[in-house]
């Protein structure tokens, strides 16, 4: 995705934090302009630095209990829970036999303390104008670092920058004083800017690189310069305290101190050599990212956590992934409630009801309900067709035929959301659209969850051939219509709302596809029933197909070609190109696939394709 190319992450974060803010303030939540002089100051110093310290965070009282909570609880040997062996180890056996000691995020979680200073006024004022929109706390660690040699490759003891969202923000808090020889933090201040590390790389190596880069590295130096905007060096540990010596700030604090740091800086932890250090984070992005996947982040229970934070619509968003504010989730009428089983009695209405839709910027106020809204979108021939038939086809059993608007929207984002607009003022019970393009307020609905999105994806440059194919386009338009369709794809993979589904899945596995559609459009079914499914939504592959033959073939050759059915469409590469198979990437010209390649390059490997851009049918065979 973009975000893990740093510069592209940086250009493209405005454009996101726009859509997160749009969406929430369509559920009532609207993000808080800074008030005061100090914290603008600190904005400012945070902004320019990526670095902000918080004096006295915690009291020694506060300390004291956490500490004490830290060490009745069992650790495991990574400065992560989930890179750990899995094995509980007593604080004492840990200090001796490992270098880290971790605990269960549910255990950082229900620590004293630590949630109320990360919901803290102090923080999240902080925190909310860095980002620019209403924060979600994504993740929450605790863990020791023991001053001992049984170490072996420690990657946070390495210069690196983390790439979790396309903006976010850490807090740190020493629970153990923390000084020279206890293992304190070092950041390249100003280095999570891709601006300011260019100038600070300028100012460095005015006079020429250090000599010694020359002796440690074999790359040219010029290609060191390039991987540290790109953010991807493999070892920057080896020539960052080379060139930005006089930007490196080591935080030394006693414990009780806390820091924000925008950690997609340059930084790493110094490994103790006298003392041990505990320390605590709490992460800020943007929504859900790669760390709630990667570490395997459940929301905890907190059985108080209404004694400990406040319990309204902005707290329960800000915590939604990291303490479970809800109870259980019901589903009545595509409108989200949550409902705490602690207070909701039957016939009550409750008052913890934070996600229920408050109007769609500028929909009619007479729109009595929600409707089931379906989008089926993706790339052009990725099945997208095949997903809209089975998401109506679905949609069929709980809903009258003559209840539900569907239809294909087209590829205009006013449009999109002119129609949608229309048939919610029309009082349908369910809307199911098939559309390559979304306007605003269609974007926002996905976004917040109003709606379902089922995106179909295939190797682009498959998509470009047929773009070509379908309606003759040339080469260049063809793929800039696949890229903005890439964009929609990087977007709804950072989303947690949107069902991502690859062609061949769809090819290979259509009755398990559909049934994980059922199941994404909050049906239960049974196997016949998804079996009925399948093959009504084959047949009418085969009708579409048919029309399909008689309006777009150019010869008898190719009747023969779309007759095979869609194994054509997933078919491997022919070896010939513009011939046999004219919908892969085969029919491109080898100066196209090549070129298609190096620019869709990191789409490719997040789907998983080839990246060579030397094409089969290329290589000239004896």
């Known amino acids: 995705m973009l975000k893990f190319n740093f510069i592209e992450r940086e250009l493209n974060a405005p ?23 100090d914290p603008s100051e600190q904005q400012d110093q945070l902004n320019q630095t990526g670095l902000l310290g918080l004096e006295n965070l915690v009291g020694q009282k506060e300390l004291d209990e956490i500490k004490s909570y830290f060490l009745s609880k069992p650790c495991f040997n990574s400065s992560v829970y989930i890179q750990s062996d899995g094995t509980p180890r007593p604080f004492k056996q840990a200090s001796n036999e490992y270098a880290f000691g971790s605990y269960k995020f549910a255990d950082v979680v229900q620590a004293p303390d630590l949630l109320e200073i990360a919901n803290s006024p102090r923080v999240l004022e902080i925190v909310e104008h860095y980002l620019g929109c209403v924060p979600t706390l994504y993740s929450m660690n605790a863990w020791w670092s023991f001053p001992n ?24 808090i020493y629970l153990t004083n923390v000084e020279k020889g206890s293992g304190p933090y070092q950041f390249v201040k100003g280095s ?20 010694t880069l020359f002796l440690n590295h074999l790359e040219p130096y010029e290609e060191i310069l390039k991987e540290f905007l790109k953010g991807i060096y493999n070892d920057f540990n080896g020539v960052v305290p080379a060139i930005f010596e006089p930007y490196i700030e080591t935080v030394n604090g006693n414990a009780g101190y806390g820091f924000l ?20 984070y709490a992460r800020y992005g943007l929504f859900p990212n790669a760390i709630t996947i990667n570490d395997r982040i459940k929301p905890a229970l907190v059985v108080n956590w209404r004694d400990r934070i406040k319990d309204d619509l902005r707290t329960r968003y800000l915590n939604r992934l990291v303490i479970d504010t809800s109870g259980k989730q019901v589903f009545k009428d595509s409108e989200k409630m949550i409902i705490d089983p602690v207070v909701f009695k039957e016939g009550d209405v409750d008052p913890h009801l934070p996600l229920q839709p408050t109007g769609i910027n500028g ?30 086809t679905l949609e069929m059993l709980r809903t009258p035929e003559t209840r539900i608007d569907s239809g294909y929207l087209g590829e205009t984002d006013g449009i999109v959301d002119a129609c949608v607009s229309q048939a919610m003022k029309a009082s349908y019970d369910a809307l199911v659209y098939n559309s390559h393009s979304f306007g605003k307020r269609t974007l926002r609905m996905i976004l917040c969850g109003i709606a379902k999105n089922v995106y179909t994806y295939r190797d682009p440059r498959d998509s470009i051939a047929s773009i070509m194919r379908i309606s003759g386009r040339e080469y260049e338009s063809a793929f800039q219509f696949v890229h903005s369709s890439l964009l929609l794809f990087d977007l709804f993979s950072a989303d947690e709302h949107s069902l991502l589904l690859p062609f061949s899945e769809t090819l290979n596995d259509p009755i398990g596809t559909t049934a994980k559609i059922a199941t994404y459009l909050d049906f ?54 513009k011939v046999d ?8 010209e ?18 998983g394709f080839s990246t060579s851009p030397i094409p089969p049918w290329g290589i000239i065979k004896n």
């Open 363 to 392: 929909c009619s106020r007479s729109i009595t309900k929600v409707p089931h809204i379906i989008f089926c979108s993706g790339m052009t021939r990725s099945a997208s067709r095949w997903s809209y038939e089975t998401c109506e």
């Open 15 to 37: 454009h996101f934090i726009e859509i997160v803010s749009q969406a929430l303030a369509a559920i009532g939540l609207k993000h808080r302009k800074q008030k005061g002089t």
């Open 261 to 280: 740091a925008d950690i997609s800086s340059l930084h790493r932890a110094l490994a103790p050599t006298k003392k041990p250090r505990l320390i605590f």
């Open 524 to 577: 239960n079914l049974t196997k016949k029933q998804i079996v009925g499914v399948h093959f009504k939504t084959q047949k009418l592959s085969i009708d579409r197909r048919n029309e399909q033959r008689r309006k777009i073939a150019y010869t008898s050759s190719d009747i023969k070609i779309i007759d095979r059915g869609l194994d054509t469409l997933h078919g491997g590469p022919t070896d010939v190109p």
């Open 581 to 588: 198979n004219p919908w892969r990437y085969s029919a491109l």
């Open 149 to 172: 040699n049984i170490r072996g490759f420690a990657p946070t003891e390495r210069f690196h920058r983390d790439t979790d969202d396309y903006k976010f923000v850490t807090l740190f």
């Open 590 to 607: 080898i100066n196209q696939f090549s070129d298609a390649t190096k620019r869709l390059r990191k789409w490719l490997i997040k789907m």
């Open 192 to 211: 999570h800017k891709a601006s300011m590390l260019l100038e600070k790389l300028s100012k460095s190596c005015l006079d020429g690189p250090p000599p």
